[in-house]
């Protein structure tokens, strides 16, 4: 009851913090306390309720009073829902600690009403992910939509953020539709919109692909997979930095929820084509997601770019498990199920720290592009550091968190690759190398981010006088800069809980995946991890060294006191140093092909050119294929047909009359029909 409670608690507090900003709007200091403050309330009791659930596995379940003669206002939170409301919390406690200071830079520009805005986004994500009826659902979702489109369009004075923001709406209410038609499709085998009845639905088996590709893709247009990706590199940038954390750190992820929910939950994952449609998917987004982040100067695109290539990760630790699950290997479904949900929370934590980092430094810069940074990590030293520890996780470097999740998304592609269907058996090693080169990329464009921005000597005068920001912003990335590291060197203990929203999910019994300091997928003969202990052994690596140099008497040399970097004799200058746009330059031609991607044949010589000053001209322009063959004409004609409907509203009352008698006959007649 007291889980209940709490979780009420939050709703509450998100709802009364959104309405206290707004109508202290013209106080905007007071505002901007009040939307932080609540916020952070409400995300620590949102943590409250969920831990008890996510910790014990018994859920609870809520019935309101609804206003929907058809459809129940009911509210089920299951481990998963807790799970996920657990992760929604979590980030969302760190930017409202993080906003504080961040958002007083929109005092006089609208702050109350970026904080009201912002807590309504918290709660709808958070009512989507625990809502139990299909309709109410959907509203949540458009509601989750609606709120991010104005905070993605917040800086009306900003073109960029207000085209980003149209193509968001118009890529998500697509997608939506496809929701829309795959909840009516289970709604019509089973005269219902309860979750309840949707696990239960008798359908057909050409009717179930149906339902799972409709939903599929609908969700898959949120989270951002490649092609449905257009809208995400032009949002999440163009969004304060705070809401970009949230957008890129838990709301994609209110998509993974949808597809888990229907895929797996609902419809059972009985087809193993389907779990291989996700895997296939997801390593294309892994990729060419991190592909195009590498070639980006602008530092928050680059993250937006590496949010979709972590979404491919995601999927192909749940598209291991879907296909374990309908080849007959529940154990193969647990372990990649709980591979997708561990680099899920992980990916939370190091993706909202890494935009908040962003955030700081463009805070004191007041640009995104990475040229005009360098040498930040003498200004901004702590800022340098949170950066460093979600840079160092999201590349997967060990022991931190993001090592893990991979690791049990490779140990699931071996174990695919041993037995099951034939067709799995020959793709799964395929995939792992594919994940190998994804995390080498994801390596190399995070030693771009942080060098070009952190290192070096400082290319801009801004850069040279950036100072600190302040200390509730930098509480903010420190306790997701503590999450990193929790959650890889806690692997032994947090995995075991991923494994048991993965079994309840799948409705399997639960499997070992640690003892003692070690993890392991489901058997120890497989292979052992131990993040402890490769923890212990970094740090003996580095201390070592110097305690043997202490021991043997100390520095000899003496210090170098010249602060200049040695320049082949010539003397140092600024330029010399390895450019952002330089770095991405030999990948530029090596991929070449997945770049051509991004571009069309603007041109008949397009493909003559390919190797010349031209082609890599058109290689360095972004998404173009996709923006001029698909989104842009859509866009132009969902504009076009809304102007022609506007002919129908001429201010004649006679013509609306004889509108509603046209209605009301073909009503009649479908009603005696």
Not at 320 to 341: D, E, K, T
Not at 377 to 402: E, K, Y
Not at 624 to 631: C, L, R
Request: glycine letters at 10%; one cysteine or more; proline letters at 4%.
């Amino acid at each position: 009851m007291i889980v209940q409670q709490l979780f009420l608690l939050s709703v509450l507090l998100y709802i009364a913090g959104a309405v206290a900003s707004l109508a202290l709007n013209r106080a905007g200091k007071i505002a901007n306390y009040a939307s932080g403050i609540s916020a952070f309330a409400a995300a620590i009791a949102g943590m409250a309720s969920a831990i008890p659930v996510f910790a014990r596995g018994t859920g609870f379940t809520m019935e309101a009073v609804g206003v929907i003669p058809f459809a129940r206002l009911i509210f089920q939170v299951d481990i998963f829902s807790a799970f996920m409301v657990l992760v929604i919390s979590l980030l969302a406690a760190a930017t409202a600690i993080y906003s504080l200071s961040y958002q007083e830079e929109y005092i006089g520009r609208g702050a109350g009403v970026l904080g009201f805005l912002n807590n309504i986004f918290i709660t709808s994500m958070v009512l989507v992910v625990t809502s139990g009826n299909a309709f109410y659902f959907l509203i949540f979702w458009e509601l989750m939509t609606l709120a991010s489109y104005f905070l993605v369009s917040f800086e009306q004075e900003n073109k960029e953020a207000v085209d980003a923001g149209f193509l968001y709406f118009l890529v998500a209410h697509a997608g939506t539709a496809m929701i829309m038609l795959s909840f009516f499709t289970f709604f019509l085998y089973t005269g219902s919109f309860d979750f309840a009845s949707f696990r239960s639905a008798n359908l057909s088996p050409v009717t179930k692909n149906l339902a799972f590709l409709l939903a599929f893709f609908g969700f898959g247009a949120k989270a951002g997979i490649i092609p449905l990706h257009i809208w995400l590199p032009r949002a999440h940038p163009a969004a304060p930095s705070n809401v970009s954390a949230l957008l890129s750190g838990v709301m994609i992820k209110t998509a993974i929820y949808g597809i888990l929910r229907v895929g797996v939950d609902f419809l059972g994952s009985s087809v193993w084509w389907w779990g291989l449609t996700v895997l296939a998917c997801g390593a294309i987004s892994a990729v060419l997601g991190v592909l195009y982040a590498i070639s980006e100067n602008d530092l928050k695109r680059l993250l937006a770019y590496s949010s979709i290539e972590n979404v491919g990760i995601i999927l192909m630790g749940a598209g291991v498990g879907m296909m374990g699950v309908a080849s007959g290997q529940p154990v193969l479904g647990v372990l990649g199920i709980l591979a997708g949900l561990y680099h899920l929370i992980n990916h939370a934590v190091f993706k909202g720290l890494l935009f908040l980092g962003a955030g700081s430094v463009i805070y004191r810069l007041h640009t995104k592009n990475m040229e005009e940074m360098g040498g930040l990590a003498r200004q901004m030293p702590w800022t340098g550091f949170t950066f460093l520890a979600g840079a160092l996780g999201i590349s997967a470097i060990p022991p931190l968190n993001g090592f893990v999740s991979e690791w049990f998304i490779y140990q699931s592609l071996f174990m695919a690759s041993t037995g099951g269907i034939l067709a799995v058996k020959v793709l799964a090693p395929l995939f792992a190398v594919i994940l190998a080169l994804t995390g080498a990329l994801a390596a190399m464009c995070f030693v771009k981010a942080y060098g070009v921005t952190f290192a070096g000597p400082s290319r801009s005068v801004r850069a040279q006088e950036a100072r600190e920001v302040p200390v509730p912003m930098l509480a903010g990335m420190a306790i997701l800069a503590a999450g990193c590291i929790i959650l890889g060197l806690g692997a032994p203990v947090v995995a075991p809980y991923m494994g048991k929203v993965a079994s309840a999910l799948l409705g399997t019994s639960p499997v070992r995946v640690s003892n003692g300091l070690l993890v392991f997928p489901a058997s120890s003969a497989w292979a052992m991890l131990s993040p402890p202990l490769i923890a212990l052994l970094l740090v003996g690596l580095v201390t070592l060294p110097l305690l043997i140099v202490a021991l043997q008497g100390g520095m000899q040399a003496g210090r170098r006191v010249d602060s200049e970097p040695w320049a082949c004799g010539y003397k140092y200058s600024p330029r010399m140093v390895y450019a952002s746009s330089a770095f991405a330059q030999p990948l530029r031609v090596l991929f070449r092909s997945a770049y051509w991607l991004r571009t069309t044949l603007e041109g008949p010589g397009y493909a003559i050119a390919s190797y010349g000053k031209g082609a890599m001209a058109y290689v360095a322009r972004m998404e173009s294929m996709w923006e001029d063959y698909i989104y842009r004409p859509l866009a132009r004609g969902t504009v076009h047909l809304g102007k022609r409907v506007q002919a129908l509203q001429m201010g004649n009352v006679r013509l609306y009359c004889v509108y509603i008698i046209v209605t009301l006959v073909a009503l009649l007649i479908a009603t005696v029909r």
